[in-house]
């Protein structure tokens, strides 16, 4: 409402000026040649330039959600030295580093890449009871390196209900919140702290999205004082989405819904709210997002850690293709670059990141218990090739611009030239 009176007023201010010095000129003039009445001529030009400036508010700039890549540095993977120019040469402006040691950060130094840290798993009980812990941490992996090295956001630990382990449940809040205040202690307080969920093990009703819920004792547990404190910090929510694990286990999803694809009745719609939704992406995350609300948290922004379709998968070689694969991310960056959002937050996610740069043979569930095991989800080769053309330029910001500004821009802009041609060619007949 602020911002509607706001504008109001910059209206009425352009208003007076332009007829203060309309007033001025016509006075002027008017000794020179008998014009028409100033109210006259006011009346005819001031309401297309009322009518210019508020259609003008039509256009707007929407800043298209942020793409990153997912690298783990494995044996067979290239080293960081040798990908930073394969990642510039891609346009990618984002990474997302797992586990990663002192020196792989230090290979991102100067490069103007934001990046994405995780911590391992094995280190949450360690950094929840003390923040000794999480000071030896931060001295060893972002210390050294910040800010030459463009670190945004740290997750503490990921998917740690991947295989049922509850034994860290109560831990994860306090270990956020020690490396948060460890941060503070050392004056950094723009990387962002939180934790990384998947979305199979933390919802519980998530179709239709806007009946989406969390599951229950980790909502309790974890994820309402998770919601609190990022609240409190102005730090995001990490998830990581896959699709591919949504459409396994929901036969009556068309394939194309869960790939981008665009066709006339290629949609699904929310039976509670009428909203269509264009693609299985999208549903997730607002999902995702009406739990947050019925948690009392709509508003946190959103990180998806992890989303992409596998080349390979021993359990679904039919499905598991580089053909779906380069469907899966040419539709995800397209879509994402596009600005239009979710149906329930129509900025999106704030950042979004592919997985995987490698194949690394997972032996870590991307899914449900046990599943993903074996699966390869790279997009480039080892010899840096990538397997399908792919493009992560254009992530920046989208200027759109309602056909009916243009039209009447033309009008307005006609119409005024006639009007000070007229008006000087008065001037000089005497």
């Known amino acids: 409402m602020v911002k509607i009176f706001t504008l109001i007023k910059a209206i009425l201010y352009v208003e007076n000026i332009y007829l203060s010095g309309c007033q001025l000129i016509y006075q002027i003039v008017n000794r020179i040649n008998n014009l028409p009445p100033i109210q006259e001529t006011m009346s005819q030009t001031l309401p297309l330039i009322t009518t210019f400036i508020l259609l003008l508010l039509l256009t707007t700039t929407v800043t298209a959600t942020t793409i990153g890549v997912t690298y783990t540095q494995t044996p067979t993977s290239p080293p960081p030295q040798q ?10 402006t984002s990474i997302r580093l797992v586990n990663p040691n002192p020196n792989t950060i230090k290979s991102f130094t100067h490069t103007n890449i934001s990046l994405f840290i995780t911590i391992p798993n094995t280190l949450i009980p360690a950094l929840s009871s003390n923040i000794s812990s999480a000071n030896l941490w931060l001295y060893q992996h972002v210390i050294p390196f910040y800010p030459r090295a463009r670190i945004s956001a740290i997750s503490v630990g990921t998917n740690l209900l991947s295989h049922g382990d509850f034994t860290t449940l109560d831990m994860i809040v306090p270990a956020i919140r020690n490396v948060r205040n460890a ?16 979305f199979l093990n933390i919802m519980t009703t998530s179709f239709p999205p806007s009946s989406a819920e969390f599951q229950e004792p980790v909502n309790r ?3 309402k004082p998770l919601l ?7 730090s995001s929510f990490f998830v990581s989405l896959f699709p591919y694990y949504v459409y396994k286990l929901r036969p009556e999803i068309p394939i194309g819904f869960a790939l981008f694809q665009e066709h006339a009745f290629n949609f699904r719609e929310d039976t509670v709210t009428g909203v269509r939704y264009r693609n299985l992406f999208d549903q997730m995350v607002d999902a995702v997002i009406a739990a947050m609300a019925v948690a009392g948290h709509e508003n946190i922004p959103i990180i998806v850690t992890e989303t992409g379709w596998p080349c390979y998968d021993p359990l679904n070689e039919g499905e598991a293709r580089v053909v779906y694969s380069g469907m899966y991310l040419r539709g995800l960056l397209s879509h994402l670059n596009s600005g239009r959002g979710t149906p329930l937050r129509k900025e999106g996610p704030s950042e979004v990141y592919v ?8 032996t870590v569930s991307k899914g449900l218990s046990g599943d993903g095991i074996g699966v390869n989800w790279g997009f480039c080769y080892a010899n840096m090739s990538t397997k399908f053309e792919i493009n992560f330029s254009n992530g920046s910001s989208v200027v759109t611009t309602n056909w009916v500004v243009k039209m009447f821009f033309v009008l307005f802009v006609g119409i ?15």
Not at 83 to 92: A, D, F, K, V
Not at 355 to 362: I, K, V
């Open 83 to 92: 990908l930073i120019p394969l990642i510039q040469t891609l346009h990618i």
């Open 183 to 198: 941060l503070n202690d050392i004056g950094i307080d723009k990387i962002t702290v939180s934790t990384t969920f998947s």
């Open 221 to 223: 547990v974890v994820i």
């Open 228 to 234: 609190e404190f990022l609240t409190e910090t102005n």
């Open 355 to 362: 997985y995987e740069m490698f194949d690394t043979n997972d």
């Open 416 to 430: 005024n030239c006639f009007s000070f041609g007229l008006g000087l060619s008065r001037l000089l007949i005497v």
